[in-house]
């Protein structure tokens, strides 16, 4: 087997789905690009049947698809004309294979097969209800990068496939630890901070990560995949959200308008600089970008919060994006730009903004770094009731102890020097955080690339968590 990097939780699951002395159903999801396929397929290797939709493929497209899979693992009978016919024709490829034990069945890219009126969703339910579900061995493993649709139509189904997943597994990218340990395996030993840099700016999602290239440097990569002519990640962007989305246009307005808030938009903020209806449409938008992992969803700390009669606020997470947006809007025709660029405001700028978002997608190992992960905590964020204060601190863990920590995040390439300007910001948001939230005994943690520069202002922060830190869980 290929060396499978991260993934231990679900290759753990995935045996023991596939030693079970029972048939499973399993769907696995997560955004396009993120592994979903080589998991399972080097997971599993050998497969009693497998087959893959087509992406904008019409029903005739998939159909074929699926038929010409069937011949391959021995059908014979005529071209079945409707689903129904071909799960027929896949039972009886699965009652005609020799092969013992665990019968693995892979259907890669599922939401694919469910064109308009097809039919293949009743199919499906009928497959797995009347004939497979009753079997010891059938291991019937579906994916799709179409995460919504998974989520809807498979795992949340209303229907005949109501409760019938045995198992869902949501995909995530690599978190910092197995990104170093992804680009090592490739030639690429970056350090820490190297390696960081690229995750704020491709996170940790495999495939984006694969496109570097160990015969060039850190910098040239990115000139290479970015700034290039015909760069290859300048045309992902569009068929990222292309491939996930029937109507991609709504969910890029949405994206487009919280790279430009970086702070986070309530829904009624959204519908109104959208000029939409604050209605369940825009609810499902929002909902279908979280399940992708491209925004989160926070409620605020606070007695009388901002949101109580807004929701829940919403903010741009997936780096690729926060990326593309904020280098887009340049449109420098330098095809050495980030090389170039080394060392300037503009860089550093963004290098703090993504830094912010390195944080939140690593929460767990920030809470173990503080010896937190054996007590139990809650952790929001929080902004200022009073826009005009304009006050909003990203992390804010509440501990059983008692003890509520005030979390900030500096991104430096050195050690961190905190100004005295910096002080008084700092000072003021707890002050901010204090008034508002009362009975809270609190102190401020720092969280920054290579710790603190002892001076006379940076004993305010109680605490101080490295970059490092987050590497060691």
């Given at each position: 087997?290929?060396?499978?990097?991260?993934?231990?939780?679900?290759?753990?699951?995935?045996?023991?789905?596939?030693?079970?002395?029972?048939?499973?159903?399993?769907?696995?999801?997560?955004?396009?690009?993120?592994?979903?396929?080589?998991?399972?397929?080097?997971?599993?290797?050998?497969?009693?049947?497998?087959?893959?939709?087509?992406?904008?493929?019409?029903?005739?497209?998939?159909?074929?698809?699926?038929?010409?899979?069937l011949m391959l693992y021995g059908y014979t009978?005529?071209?079945?004309?409707?689903?129904?016919?071909?799960?027929?024709?896949?039972?009886?490829?699965?009652?005609?294979?020799?092969?013992?034990?665990?019968?693995?069945?892979?259907?890669?890219?599922?939401?694919?097969?469910?064109?308009?009126?097809?039919?293949?969703?009743?199919?499906?339910?009928?497959?797995?209800?009347?004939?497979?579900?009753?079997?010891?061995?059938?291991?019937?493993?579906?994916?799709?990068?179409?995460?919504?649709?998974?989520?809807?139509?498979?795992?949340?189904?209303?229907?005949?496939?109501h409760n019938r997943i045995t198992h869902e597994?949501?995909?995530?990218?690599?978190?910092?630890?197995?990104?170093?340990?992804?680009?090592?395996?490739?030639?690429?030993?970056?350090?820490?901070?190297?390696?960081?840099?690229?995750?704020?700016?491709?996170?940790?999602?495999?495939?984006?990560?694969?496109?570097?290239?160990?015969?060039?440097?850190?910098?040239?990569?990115?000139?290479?995949?970015?700034?290039?002519?015909?760069?290859?990640?300048?045309?992902?962007?569009?068929?990222?959200?292309?491939?996930?989305?029937?109507?991609?246009?709504?969910?890029?307005?949405?994206?487009?308008?919280?790279?430009?808030?970086?702070?986070?938009?309530?829904?009624?903020?959204?519908?109104?600089?959208?000029?939409?209806?604050?209605?369940?449409?825009?609810?499902?938008?929002?909902?279908?970008?979280?399940?992708?992992?491209?925004?989160?969803?926070?409620?605020?700390?606070?007695?009388?919060?901002?949101?109580?009669?807004?929701?829940?606020?919403?903010?741009?997470?997936?780096?690729?994006?926060?990326?593309?947006?904020?280098?887009?809007?340049?449109?420098?025709?330098?095809?050495?730009?980030?090389?170039?660029?080394?060392?300037?405001?503009?860089?550093?700028?963004?290098?703090?903004?993504?830094?912010?978002?390195?944080?939140?997608?690593?929460?767990?190992?920030?809470?173990?770094?503080?010896?937190?992960?054996?007590?139990?905590?809650?952790?929001?964020?929080?902004?200022?009731?009073?826009?005009?204060?304009?006050?909003?601190?990203?992390?804010?863990?509440?501990?059983?102890?008692?003890?509520?920590?005030?979390?900030?995040?500096?991104?430096?390439?050195?050690?961190?020097?905190?100004?005295?300007?910096?002080?008084?910001?700092?000072?003021?948001?707890?002050?901010?955080?204090?008034?508002?939230?009362?009975?809270?005994?609190?102190?401020?943690?720092?969280?920054?690339?290579?710790?603190?520069?002892?001076?006379?202002?940076?004993?305010?922060?109680?605490?101080?968590?490295?970059?490092?830190?987050?590497?060691?869980?």
């Open positions: 087997m290929t060396t499978i990097i991260g993934r231990r939780s679900e290759m753990d699951a995935l045996t023991k789905y596939k030693n079970s002395d029972k048939s499973e159903f399993v769907a696995i999801y997560g955004r396009r690009r993120i592994g979903k396929t080589f998991l399972v397929s080097q997971f599993y290797k050998n497969f009693a049947f497998e087959t893959s939709g087509i992406i904008g493929g019409t029903k005739k497209d998939e159909m074929d698809a699926f038929y010409t899979s009978g005529k071209k079945p004309r409707t689903w129904m016919e071909m799960f027929v024709a896949l039972r009886q490829v699965l009652e005609a294979s020799g092969k013992r034990g665990a019968k693995v069945v892979f259907i890669d890219e599922l939401p694919c097969f469910d064109t308009r009126c097809s039919g293949f969703v009743k199919a499906l339910d009928y497959f797995w209800n009347t004939w497979a579900s009753k079997q010891s061995n059938i291991k019937l493993i579906v994916c799709g990068s179409a995460t919504s649709w998974m989520v809807r139509n498979i795992i949340n189904n209303k229907g005949g496939l597994m949501h995909l995530h990218a690599f978190n910092l630890c197995e990104t170093k340990q992804f680009l090592w395996k490739k030639g690429l030993k970056w350090d820490n901070l190297l390696v960081a840099q690229t995750y704020m700016i491709m996170g940790g999602v495999p495939y984006y990560l694969d496109l570097l290239d160990s015969d060039k440097g850190y910098a040239e990569n990115i000139d290479h995949l970015f700034f290039a002519k015909d760069a290859t990640m300048k045309q992902e962007y569009g068929r990222l959200y292309s491939s996930l989305f029937t109507n991609p246009k709504q969910y890029k307005d949405v994206v487009n308008l919280l790279a430009k808030n970086k702070k986070g938009l309530t829904r009624g903020e959204i519908a109104e600089k959208l000029k939409t209806a604050n209605n369940g449409h825009l609810t499902k938008v929002l909902e279908d970008l979280e399940y992708c992992d491209f925004i989160r969803s926070y409620v605020v700390l606070g007695k009388n919060s901002l949101t109580k009669n807004n929701g829940q606020i919403y903010q741009l997470v997936d780096q690729y994006s926060l990326f593309y947006h904020y280098f887009e809007a340049l449109r420098t025709r330098d095809e050495h730009y980030w090389t170039f660029s080394l060392g300037t405001p503009t860089q550093n700028t963004w290098y703090g903004l993504a830094f912010e978002r390195l944080l939140m997608q690593h929460i767990p190992q920030a809470l173990t770094a503080m010896h937190l992960d054996r007590m139990h905590t809650e952790y929001y964020s929080w902004r200022s009731e009073y826009r005009k204060q304009g006050a909003q601190i990203d992390l804010v863990i509440d501990r059983a102890d008692g003890i509520t920590d005030i979390c900030e995040a500096k991104y430096s390439m050195h050690e961190y020097v905190l100004e005295k300007s910096e002080y008084n910001k700092v000072l003021k948001r707890k002050e901010a955080f204090d008034t508002t939230v009362e009975g809270k005994s609190t102190r401020l943690v720092l969280f920054t690339t290579k710790g603190i520069k002892r001076n006379a202002y940076s004993d305010v922060f109680q605490a101080t968590i490295t970059l490092n830190d987050l590497y060691k869980f």
